[in-house]
DNA sequence: TTGTACGCGTTATCAG
DNA sequence: CTGATAACGCGTACAA
């Protein structure tokens, strides 16, 4: 065993007195080697503690076997979930991913994917940050002839796949579910809408409230950050409308949160005198002693099927440039906070 | 500009009628080149949009410029915020970050150390799995002569650096607190004491309560899972006690939770009656309507240092084989769920 | 200051 | 079935 732990096929080769093209053709499986041979290699191999340099590899064959992910903040529950969904479906293919962070600047959105090129990635994965206002970087990708995948947050470029959730109808279920719940009042918390994910979500919400008949009103709608404190100061906001509403459907569990505490402050109770969901179902909706009703996005499955859509184009028969475009369907978890249904019944 | 976007050296040589060696020597700002070639070279190289080969760079170098990072789970709040920790500390120095979870099975921590070791990463962090009882893959990590740096659950390893909290001090931190609060019967759910983390907290619980004369009781401690049920079943047990404790040192915040969830069903009253505190600092604990006191592992920090102790190691002079064991000291988070000091001001 | 030649570890092609 | 040779893209002794 040399020294650093080095081992290549030329030290099988010659310690079995053969040529190292044979030695990579028995460990490759190559049919046209003799099973003995074969077998010879395999054993060499195994003594001697040999390991493939997947490096070599790649620079010979053009195929690092690697995917990078891109993403504004990798410790956020959503995108660390999507990104395990991509690790888990990639892994057993032999991939190993990649993580970047744009901060939300686009500028290192550029960067970020400068380098995964020049480190040959097969494929890049990413969401958009949320200053992205152009897409000259994205269709280098393609010109690379790597394949690029969105998830989430998107932009229309020809020849790039994306996997996102129906937010019109996330939008459209949560409004529809305070509606049922009595309410008729409805405001939203509507995020930036400049991004196109909140332009649907707020879409949804017009829907569903034309469609129950209910004319939707401007004042309701309130431009809010997914922060605690966006959520407050759009509660107090709203409460000083002359007709208050009473439910809001929250494009984020953060401003959904925030509502919820300056409401209750103010004496409002939730759900008898007020609705409210949130969205992305943030792992702290569910533990609240009011557990807040939210959107799931499966991010998980999210993940993997963004992973299987780059696993189809790179096995695909070659340049034929596919593009695909799936929409999964949200899950509308509805929970105290919007759930009147059994208030008659709890007599605590 | 070639049809994939594989513009070499070579085709930057043949443009300009010089050596290939002279651009590469340009390229790499070697300071014995004339000024004349270099400027000449840094224009053609941008105007044939000329990339880096990363891969032929590491393979020639024996320097991937990549990093592999191994924990149970990514979407952990904790192990992300590791991740992002490590990924911005060692990405303003060139370094990718590559992921892979071992879903707590020592086989496939095994597995990942091996294809990371193939990849020819410059080094591994990791946080090993719950299932993991012997050290021969982190061995062979260090025969390669690859850095190997611990975070947060670690192995006792010559020459494997490590970074992880006082979890001792953690627990007589937390336990302390509680005495303080007026607490006189202190319980605790302990996790899976095989754990090096699990024991920690535990011996610093009992340190605590011997250091203020109370005697320590083994039926006021818990084997616990990290899990709502399993703190909600530690709740019901604790309370079968003939002396009930008045409050509980959890090495969880789920468990922590789990049992504010029995006990307020049971009429407990927090903190009057009974005071909490949880570990990690999960988000949700602060979001609470009763927010819930916890231990704070400073994940970002931990991710930071850890890669900090990776750059010296691989910047130091060679072989000199360091190991560094830092320790971080924690932070306690005092909420609500076990602050008694405001209780007779509320008069809200 | 620049060019030549070689090697990093692997695989593919072409002979034999 | 197996061996020699070239090539992937880059960096670097050595020579000029």
């Known amino acids: ?102 901060h939300e600047q686009m500028e290192t959105e550029i960067e970020q994917i400068n380098t995964l090129l020049n480190t040959q990635v097969d494929g890049i994965f990413m969401s958009i940050s949320k200053s992205t206002n152009n897409t000259e970087h994205f269709k280098k990708v393609l010109k690379e002839g790597k394949c690029l995948v969105f ?42 809408l400049n991004l196109e994910i909140y332009k649907n979500r707020h879409e949804g919400y017009l829907s569903a409230l034309k469609e129950h008949g209910f ?37 984020s569990d953060y401003t959904a949160l925030g509502a919820i505490q300056e409401l209750r402050k103010m004496g409002v109770r939730i759900p008898e005198d007020f609705c409210i969901s949130g969205f992305s179902n943030e792992p702290f909706t569910k533990y609240m002693e009011m557990p807040i009703s939210s959107v799931d996005q499966t991010p998980l499955r999210m993940g993997k099927i963004a992973a299987q ?12 440039t596919i593009e695909k475009k799936v929409v999964l369907s949200p899950e509308l978890m509805v929970r105290n906070s919007s759930d009147r249904s059994l208030l008659k019944v709890a007599g605590e």
Chains 1, 2 share one sequence.
Not at 55 to 79: D, E, M, W
Not at 173 to 184: D, E, K, P, V
Request: glycine share 6%.
């Open 1 to 102: 065993m040399k020294e650093n732990g080095k081992v290549t096929i030329y030290d099988i080769s010659k310690k079995l007195n053969i040529s190292a093209a044979t030695v990579s053709r028995a460990l490759n499986n190559n049919p046209k080697i003799s099973i003995k041979t074969r077998e010879l290699v395999f054993a060499a191999a195994k003594e001697m503690n040999y390991k493939q340099n997947r490096l070599a590899q790649a620079l010979k064959s053009g195929k690092s076997k690697n995917v990078g992910v891109i993403v504004p903040y990798i410790n956020r529950n959503f995108f660390s979930s999507i990104i395990r969904g991509i690790e888990e479906e990639l892994g057993p293919h032999g991939y190993h991913v990649i993580i970047c962070q744009t």
């Open 151 to 192: 998830f989430d947050r998107k932009m229309d470029v020809p020849g790039v796949s994306s996997v996102v959730i129906d937010d019109f109808k996330a939008g459209y279920m949560a409004t529809s579910h305070l509606i049922s719940q009595g309410c008729r009042r409805i405001a939203h918390f509507a995020g930036d």
């Open 215 to 251: 004319k939707p009103n401007p004042d309701y709608v309130f431009r809010t950050l997914s922060s605690i404190e966006s959520g407050a100061a759009a509660a107090r906001k709203m409460w000083e409308l002359k007709e208050k509403p009473d439910g809001v459907f929250s494009a």
């Open 309 to 320: 859509v780059f696993l189809e184009q790179v096995d695909s028969t070659e340049k034929l």
